[in-house]
């Protein structure tokens, strides 16, 4: 498969960055003096080439394994605080730490309630588990 060009490039980079097609396309400098619809049907035209599937496939990956070590990162400084806590016998900051763990682990998610104007509350449920069960 042939290298992309310089325009098909720049789009993959605007299109990543924006998740628009047609603000990508303007961005990359394709599209001098059309009209909205004419640069949303290219732009659109654009994301169906083979070529730049392919190159927005494989940035997609690289940002999600880069994503998956800062995620990998932060547990693991999450973790040396908690230990550190722990050693000092500060039990509360230890147990903070292990559940913001949790929570970039997704293993726990936030709920809020109060969207018809009544007091905000904000829970913490395990990931997957049955409310009423808690």
């Known amino acids: 498969m042939s290298a992309l060009t310089p325009k098909q490039e ?15 396309y303007r961005k990359a400098g394709y599209s001098s003096g059309m009209s909205d619809k004419t640069a949303a049907e290219a732009a659109s035209r654009l994301l169906r080439n083979s070529k730049v599937v392919a190159r927005l496939a494989e940035v997609r990956e690289m940002a999600t394994a880069e994503a998956a070590m800062t995620i990998a990162d932060h547990l693991n400084d999450l973790k040396s605080l908690r230990d ?4 000092e016998g500060k039990y509360s900051a230890a147990v903070a730490a292990e559940v913001a763990r949790g929570r970039v682990s997704g293993f726990y998610v ?7 104007g ?6 913490i449920v395990r990931h997957g588990a049955n409310p009423a069960t808690q």
């Open 118 to 123: 009544g007091p905000l509350i904000v829970e």
């Open 84 to 87: 550190a806590a722990k050693k």
């Open 10 to 24: 720049a789009f993959c980079v605007a299109y990543i960055e924006s998740g628009n097609a047609t603000d990508a």
């Open 110 to 116: 936030e709920r809020v309630a109060g969207s018809d």
